[in-house]
T-cell receptor, first 115, second 114 residues
Framework: ETGVTQTPRHLVMGMTNKKSLKCEQHLGHNAMYWYKQSAKKPLELMFVYSLEERVENNSVPSRFSPECPNSSHLFLHLHTLQPEDSALYLC??????????????FGPGTRLTVL | AQSVTQPDIHITVSEGASLELRCNYSYGATPYLFWYVQSPGQGLQLLLKYFSGDTLVQGIKGFEAEFKRSQSSFNLRKPSVHWSDAAEYFCAGLFSGGYNKLIFGAGTRLAVHP
């Protein structure tokens, strides 16, 4: 596979469930990102990882827990979510967070529905 | 503060008509600028980007964009729209500092009438 892949593409979960979103990049990049895209709102940056270290947490509630075990994989662990967390979650990667310019490549997203 | 603005939330054009989607940015210097397209249920696809040099940038699918420093704008154009161009379009700016943040506009949803 090439580029940035995300699994699953669709996820329906109850508020008491625990689930995880997975992102994998095959571009040899060192930085990875989670974005949230809600209806009628601009894309919101959630987390930024550089070489497996979290460098940005954009005031995201603790019910979202990211994990970056290596520079190719990024997870978003979900726990006790609310219906308003239903959204498209997009993963992206770039060569380095501090590289200029820092072009980001996006995955297809996971459509999450919280019941 | 850094920002990207897309003034038009929805635009409807007839198939074969020309298209211009507006994008303005607010920043002390020139950011790097991007246009992405998102079809329903899909992720973001890069249409084109401007880093420096020629202010008229050619992209995929027949799109082009023109950077105008005096107007802080980076408008997307297409001379003849096809029904398959119906989608949501996002302008984004890459602003230097820290981890070089990518900031998106709110998006413009394009509908194409036959």
């Amino acid at each position: 596979e090439t580029g940035v892949t995300q699994t699953p593409r669709h996820l329906v979960m109850g508020m008491t469930n625990k689930k995880s979103l997975k992102c994998e990049q095959h571009l040899g990049h060192n930085a990875m990102y989670w974005y949230k895209q809600s209806a009628k709102k601009p894309l919101e940056l959630m987390f930024v990882y550089s070489l497996e270290e979290r460098v940005e947490n954009n005031s995201v509630p603790s019910r979202f827990s990211p994990e970056c075990p290596n520079s190719s994989h990024l997870f978003l662990h979900l726990h006790t979510l609310q219906p308003e967390d239903s959204a498209l979650y997009l993963c992206a990667s770039s060569q380095e967070v501090s590289r200029w310019p820092n072009e980001q490549f996006f995955g297809p997203g996971t459509r999450l529905t919280v019941l | 503060a850094q920002s990207v603005t897309q003034p038009d939330i929805h635009i409807t054009v007839s198939e074969g008509a020309s298209l211009e989607l507006r994008c303005n940015y607010s920043y002390g210097a020139t950011p790097y600028l991007f246009w992405y397209v998102q079809s329903p249920g899909q992720g973001l696809q890069l249409l084109l980007k401007y880093f420096s040099g020629d202010t008229l940038v050619q992209g995929i699918k027949g799109f082009e964009a023109e950077f105008k420093r005096s107007q802080s704008s980076f408008n997307l154009r297409k001379p003849s729209v096809h029904w398959s161009d119906a989608a949501e379009y996002f302008c984004a700016g890459l602003f230097s500092g820290g981890y070089n943040k990518l900031i998106f506009g709110a998006g413009t949803r394009l509908a194409v009438h036959p």
